[in-house]
């Protein structure tokens, strides 16, 4: 056997086992107590530290090729191994932006050159490449979008009314996931041109801008498409009691969607955008306490099945502006290595959510979403050995300069946390070791969806 782990307890959805693990050639072989185990070339003692399923991360935007100098494969997937996530899914937002199968080839090339943890493309959507969609289907895109209802990045477009109603149409005869950002433009830009009218610069107006309403019609709009065109569909980044009602209402009657929240919208409130101004600007922007407070319910009932980063790294330069006029600085926050610590830290820690909910939102759901499960989000026999060891005894304070990103700054400056990733594994093969990157770029593969598959709900095989 190539690999033993021992002295450990492995997380699971189902509870917390005190046993090891055997992995040969990529696979877990093996789950059983210590004397149990069978002879490997190399043995790891985890002195009880927790092993948990390779972190998923459903959203983010490593923008390359085109805006390298934000972020590339290397510093975004070594920045996820250190996080402790072992599979990311970039929505293609590079220049070119994966709208047709020869720029989606050319971000998987890049990617694989480069990527130390693997990886899945997203599709674009705009007016003017609906006939690509089957073709990028066909390719394995994981899902399409975010399909932006309000303003897009340089290389996409608002997709409007018109064309999300046919596009779902196209992508719901495929049985992929449409999945948007939902917030209503109108709204968004009256109320942003009434606050510049009223020269109001301060970090809040940007808050103020993007009412809580302003989501919720959007998720309600696209719902409506979405059963008019039995698409499958997914809310990119929720942030509103509002918008989770909506969600639960839809579900309870059985439409087939789902939706993710982000770290930064449970665990800041709109205060906070006093003291961290453009640190903390993003879109959908920080939201209240009680939607704070809505957004953990919503995890805790399974509402919200998923906590993803929308992982947006910016220089300083880009953001530096916002101090004095909120307008300037661009929108977006670098989380991919933070997003199961902070978890571990202010969610399991502190009791808001078990250990067996937390494996569920950050690896086991993101990987029935993608039709994955159990050959990811797992820790079964036969899985692949997608591993974070985590320790949750030893402290640590989150420090941009000690963060792999690109990104220059981090709202969770000085915050400490437990649960910092002590050694991940791909495959099999260990990628980060006690603070240090250890596999060569292009470890990484591209992990195609197989619209082949339903999505999986059933139980992996019992430890």
């Not at 492995?10 to 090891?20: D, P, T, Y």
């Not at 009880?48 to 090729?65: A, E, M, N, S, W």
């Not at 809580?212 to 979405?226: K, P």
Request: net charge positive; charged share 25%; proline share 5%.
């Amino acid at each position: 056997m190539d690999l033993v782990i021992k002295n450990c307890k492995i997380a699971s959805s189902r509870g917390l086992w005190e046993c090891g693990l055997g992995i040969d050639d990529g696979k877990i072989v093996s789950i059983s107590k210590d004397h149990l185990l069978p002879a490997a070339d190399r043995v790891i003692n985890c002195n009880g530290r927790i092993i948990l399923p390779g972190g998923i991360d459903f959203h983010v935007h490593f923008q390359d090729p085109g805006y390298t100098y934000r972020e590339d494969w290397k510093t975004g997937t070594g920045s996820a191994a250190a996080g402790g996530t072992t599979l990311v899914v970039d929505h293609g937002n590079t220049n070119p932006p994966s709208t047709t199968p020869k720029n989606l080839m050319r971000i998987i090339k890049t990617a694989e050159r480069k990527a130390i943890v693997d990886f899945g493309i997203n599709g674009a959507v705009t007016s003017k490449n609906l006939n690509h969609l089957p073709k990028l289907a066909a390719k394995g895109v994981m899902a399409f979008g975010e399909i932006y209802m309000a303003e897009s990045v340089p290389e996409l477009e608002r997709v409007e009314d018109g064309i999300l109603l046919e596009a779902f149409k196209i992508i719901g005869k495929m049985g992929c996931i449409a999945g948007v950002h939902a917030e209503n433009w109108e709204i968004v830009s009256h109320f942003t041109q009434k606050l510049k009218q009223a020269k109001r610069k301060d970090p809040l107006a940007h808050c103020e801008s993007r009412p809580d309403i302003a989501e919720a019609e959007a998720i309600s709009r696209a719902l409506l498409f979405g059963r008019e065109t039995g698409v499958r569909l997914h809310i990119f980044h929720l942030s509103t009691g509002l918008g989770t009602n909506i969600l639960r209402q839809a579900r309870s009657l059985g439409q087939d969607v789902s939706a993710e929240v982000l770290p930064q919208h449970l665990l800041f409130r709109q205060a906070d955008m006093k003291k961290l101004g453009p640190y903390l600007k993003c879109n959908p922007p920080i939201r209240s306490e009680a939607n704070r407070v809505a957004l953990w319910e919503g995890l805790k009932t399974g509402v919200i099945e998923m906590v993803s980063s929308d992982h947006w790294p910016m220089p300083l330069s880009e953001v530096e502006a916002g101090w004095e006029d909120i307008w300037k600085a661009g929108s977006g926050i670098a989380g991919v290595e933070t997003r199961l610590p902070l978890l571990l830290t202010y969610g399991v820690k502190k009791n808001l959510i078990s250990m067996e909910k937390f494996v569920r939102i950050t690896s086991e759901n993101p990987a029935r979403k993608l039709g994955l499960y159990p050959r990811k989000g797992s820790i079964s026999i036969g899985a692949d050995a997608d591993l974070t060891i985590v320790d949750m005894k030893k402290k640590v304070k989150i420090k941009i300069d000690n963060l792999r990103t690109k990104a220059g700054y981090t709202p969770f400056e000085n915050w400490t946390v437990v649960g910092i990733p002590w050694l991940t594994l791909v495959r099999g093969e260990i990628v980060f070791e006690e603070g240090e990157i250890v596999a060569k770029p292009g470890h990484g593969r591209y992990i195609q969806r197989d619209y082949g598959k339903k999505e999986e709900h059933g139980a992996s095989k019992k430890i």
